[in-house]
């Protein structure tokens, strides 16, 4: 198992980071004191794929195994990586064990560096060798991958995975204090689901709060009615709080302005001339909280929050819409006059 969590890395961060993960693989396929020629030559190309992190090669992965000449040493980090995946996934046949490459946050991943990886495994299902990657991110990442390469979509599949179903929630919620001999009377359930909405943090949280509650064997309705302070302050503090904190006046103005036009995925027009706007003046700043991950374009030319009741929240927490001035370029005079 390769698993990375997906940040902003440079091109070369992300080397070292897959190259460490990888490392590790190989030693899990097989000790190295039993590693045949395939093995050393999946280690050696694993080399040449960290030493071609920078011209100096300051950075090594801390062994004795020479760089391999020829195999993943272009300087090109699609070409570098689907050399490294195809000798690995090789290595892992002949062990007849499989690897998984797990990447979590993908929208994070710059393009050049989805483009390696959707490359590189495109390259292992060509031969047919025991490698797959597992993605998780935000719902553009479908977007994204056949943005990097268009075969991408052929290539994967993109189950959606939302909140839970009306059943599954109900068991979410009632399940573990049944387990402890603690039932929820029918309407307080039904409070609970429609507070949660079936979000499982939602969920873990508003069942917690209504658990430190309810005085008795039974959870009533007045138990769930009293949680929701509790549950809304913990969510504002912590869950809400630390998305808010990263945008800037301009970014806070725009979702300020989304959540007044309602919880639905918005137009981005209609966000602009409520801001006063031209869509194009605001364009960049959509772009960013995109880029952020605090929204995501369920269709072209909309945009949502990519957690529930985020506009609930900005509404409580930015009761009045301020959109910054523009600031105007001021011309200077020329120093020589």
Known sequence: MVEVEASKYSDEAFRRTLASKIKSTLFQLSPRIRWTKRFQRAASALSAFAL????????TLGWDIPASAGIADYGDLALDLTDVLVELGEAAKEASRGVVLSIDEVQFLKKPQLEALIQAIHKTVQRRLPITLVGAGLPQIAELAGDAKSYAERLFKFPSIGSLSEQDSREAISGPARAEGIGWEPDALEFALSITKGY????????????????????????????????????????????????????????????????????????????????????????????????????HGYAAFTVPDFDKYIMRAVPTLVVPQIRRRTRHSDSRR
């Open 52 to 59: 071609s992190v920078n011209d100096s090669g300051t950075w």
């Open 200 to 299: 499982p943090y939602f969920i873990q949280e508003f069942a917690h709060q209504t658990w430190e509650i309810a005085p008795g064997d039974s959870i009533t309705l007045m138990d769930a009615q009293m949680a929701v302070d509790p549950y809304e302050a913990k969510l504002d503090s912590s869950f809400f709080r630390v998305r808010l904190d990263r945008a800037t006046p301009l970014q806070t103005a725009y979702m300020r302005a989304m959540a007044q036009l309602g919880s639905l995925p918005q137009k981005a027009a209609d966000v602009a001339g409520l801001m006063g706007r031209e869509s194009t003046q605001v364009a960049p700043t959509r772009a960013e909280l995109i880029d952020m991950g605090l929204l995501y374009t369920p269709e």
